[in-house]
């Protein structure tokens, strides 16, 4: 258990409607990523988060997609109007500071879009 | 830009015996961190082994050790004594300083391990 959790796991919808995904950290660390992982690929950067802070994005982040980490404790990424290409798993995850400024990753939210 | 390369899709191993994973990277910085990080299907990723690039000592964590190649920028995984649990994709990272002040991941396409009973 890596202290991250993700929810839904899995994500089907249809071309258009908006999603939102949740990761939600079992204890308070205040650097916190997003990553987006296409089949065949390893884990590309969208986004990070310090505290409540968003201090970088990827171009990768288009303005269909937002992430907000309000309170600096749990955050939520939604992307609007979803397309194909939106399909991947979309990974948390968190740089814990006890533990040597390590990366510990969520178990993804797989979404699929029809 | 920091770039890292995997260019094993897929290995083999028969259980019991040793396999070496392949990673180079490229990079014009000096101070850098290189990680091995396993993804098992359907699973959270997980950290495997980890080496600071001013370190000369080669990583070694129970059966999986590294060769780090700092001139040659080749950093691979060895995994001896293969156990069916090892099955899994591998992903090689590399770790700079992000623009905003912050550690920054890049990571390599992945090598899928398969370990034959």
């Known amino acids: 258990d890596t202290g991250v959790s993700q929810d839904p796991r899995h994500k089907i919808t249809k071309r258009g409607q908006n999603v939102t995904f949740r990761c939600d950290p079992i204890?308070?660390?205040?650097?916190l990523y997003w990553y987006r992982q296409t089949l065949g690929q390893g884990p590309e950067f969208l986004t990070y988060?310090?505290?409540?802070?968003?201090?970088?994005k990827s171009r990768l982040l288009s303005d269909r997609f937002s992430a907000e980490r309000p309170k600096g404790s749990f955050s939520t990424l939604e992307i609007q109007r979803t397309e194909q290409g939106d399909s991947a798993m979309y990974l948390c995850?968190?740089?814990?500071?006890?533990?040597?400024?390590?990366?510990?990753f969520g178990p993804g939210t797989r979404l699929t879009v029809l | 830009a920091q770039t890292v390369t995997q260019s094993q899709p897929e290995m083999s191993v028969q259980e019991a015996e040793t396999v070496t994973l392949s990673c180079t990277y490229d990079?014009?910085?000096?101070?850098?961190?290189l990680f091995w990080y396993k993804q098992p299907p359907s699973r959270q990723m997980i950290l495997v082994i980890r080496?600071?690039?001013?370190?000369?000592q080669n990583a070694t964590e129970n059966r999986f050790s590294v060769n780090f190649q700092k001139a040659a920028k080749s950093f691979s995984l060895k995994i001896s004594d293969s156990q069916l649990g090892d099955a899994a994709m591998y992903f090689c990272?590399?770790?700079?300083?992000?623009?905003?002040?912050?550690?920054?991941?890049?990571f390599g396409t992945g090598t899928r391990l398969k370990v034959l009973a």
């Open positions: 995850a968190l740089l814990k500071r006890e533990m040597g400024n390590e990366q510990f």
């Open positions: 204890s308070e660390h205040n650097r």
């Open positions: 988060f310090q505290n409540e802070a968003q201090l970088e």
């Open positions: 990079t014009s910085e000096s101070d850098y961190y």
């Open positions: 080496q600071e690039a001013y370190k000369q």
């Open positions: 990272a590399y770790r700079s300083w992000g623009t905003s002040g912050t550690y920054k991941y890049i």
